[in-house]
């Protein structure tokens, strides 16, 4: 299954370790979803799912292909997130915390964000950011469904963010678009899309775009680097390259015994250091191929300030809509973004001059006189005065889920729920329960 240079690349590399290697790509892929916090303190019970935890992260498990968790309604309300186990990996090196201004430089879809914003716990600015805009609808729509409120989603080159945000995060993410090589188990394209040339191409890009992240970190923060290929020029090289080119920045060792340590011997003139990389191989854990890196800024300072995104005020609209529903709001300031009110951290930087995909939690619009709700918003929650609770598997819930109206005793605007979990709109009005689901999220009739 491997291209003919990627094989006799590996086979020099590898030597005795390479038949372990060719074995495992034809061995069954590790399924990986991620427990979303945001969503509740308290998972239901999850049997069906045959759940056993992912090592290197916090709420990641394993699950039986069978289950398909996707086509559970709890997975449109945001209980977890569906993730390859190994890209678990960088987003729990970076060390957020809640309160931290984060950037997830390359984000979409959107694992390691969301992973990043469990972290936070709903506190601090995380600025997730993906250059094609395609991309970056899936990866809005990813933050929306896991009801994250501190998330301000961009779709921006690097380098024009770098001129933006000079020194102004605690910690950087850089995921790189890379050759894909870790993932032939997973994607037939990665192999069809392989080749020497595009391996070169890659670095050049992957040291570009770490250039700009260098240039957004604050002194004393924390940059993790990380590819889904095996590759050393994408791997020790760039990470070299990198050190080499900025004095200030170290690569530093992490306590990670699940993981396998970088190969500089494969690389002319490694830079001190990058023997503290760590590579993730799938014949020696549960997960396809990674590999991350922990660089570290020398000095300390505090993340310099910049004029923020000027507030909103609160129109009488959404008061009354409040009082009705009883829904609350997280911290933060007003915005208006086109025709839709959103709710941001208070440190939100002015968003003059950027392409803004998702600016925070989109609260919903003023028309003719009333409010009307942003299915973010009802995400987001986790009660209402008025709520209409269904059973996972309740015929009820998958009509709902079809964009059908409910019968019911419900009156005005109604937030509909999965054991607790919060699922979208609906308002009641003579016996029934109009549906507000989005239409492009119904799901197909049977």
């Not at 997730?128 to 501190?150: C, D, F, H, T």
Request: a neutral charge; aromatic letters at 8%.
């Amino acid at each position: 299954m491997f291209p003919p240079e990627f094989e006799a690349r590996m086979r020099r590399l590898l030597g005795a370790d390479y038949a372990a290697f060719e074995a495992a790509a034809d061995l069954p892929r590790n399924l990986g979803l991620r427990l979303n916090p945001l969503k509740t303190e308290s998972f239901p019970p999850l049997p069906a799912f045959g759940l056993t935890p992912v090592p290197w992260a916090e709420n990641g498990f394993f699950y039986d292909p069978a289950a398909r968790p996707g086509l559970s309604p709890y997975h449109e309300a945001g209980l977890y997130y569906l993730q390859e186990p190994s890209a678990m990996a960088p987003a729990g090196l970076l060390d957020v915390r809640p309160g931290m201004r984060v950037l997830d430089l390359c984000a979409a879809p959107g694992g390691k964000t969301t992973q990043l914003a469990a972290a936070m716990r709903g506190e601090g600015l995380l600025v997730s950011n993906e250059y094609a805009p395609k991309r970056a609808q899936i990866l809005s729509r990813n933050v929306e469904r896991l009801g994250i409120a501190n998330c301000l989603v961009l779709s921006e080159d690097p380098r024009r963010l770098a001129e933006r945000f000079p020194g102004w995060f605690d910690r950087v993410l850089v995921d790189a678009p890379c050759s894909g090589e870790g993932m032939f188990r997973k994607e037939d394209a990665a192999v069809r899309d392989w080749s020497p040339d595009t391996v070169a191409a890659c670095a050049r890009r992957q040291r570009e775009i770490l250039d700009s992240a260098a240039a957004m970190l604050r002194p004393g923060g924390r940059l993790v680097y990380s590819t889904c290929t095996f590759s050393p020029e994408e791997n020790e090289g760039v990470v070299s390259a990198f050190l080499r080119a900025h004095g200030d920045f170290s690569c530093v060792p992490t306590n990670t015994p699940w993981f396998s340590p970088a190969r500089p011997d494969w690389i002319d003139s490694p830079a001190p250091g990058v023997e503290n990389a760590r590579r993730l191989w799938p014949h020696r854990l549960r997960g396809e191929g990674h590999f991350a890196a922990v660089l570290s800024r020398d000095g300390e300072a505090r993340p310099a300030a910049l004029p923020a995104e000027p507030e909103t005020p609160a129109p009488k609209e959404l008061a009354a809509f409040r009082a009705a529903v009883g829904a609350a709001l997280p911290a933060g300031r007003l915005i208006a973004f086109g025709r839709e009110l959103c709710l941001v951290p208070g440190e939100t930087p002015s968003l003059r001059g950027l392409r803004v995909v998702r600016p925070g939690l989109a609260l919903g619009e003023c028309l003719k006189g009333r409010f009307e709700p942003a299915h973010a918003w009802a995400l987001w929650l986790k009660a209402c005065a008025s709520a209409a609770d269904f059973p996972e598997n309740s015929p009820a819930l998958a009509a709902y889920l079809r964009g059908e109206t409910l019968p019911g005793p419900w009156s005005g605007w109604t937030l509909v729920t999965a054991d607790g979990l919060s699922l979208g709109w609906g308002k009641g009005s003579g016996g029934t329960l109009k549906n507000h689901y989005p239409k492009g999220l119904r799901r197909a009739a049977v």
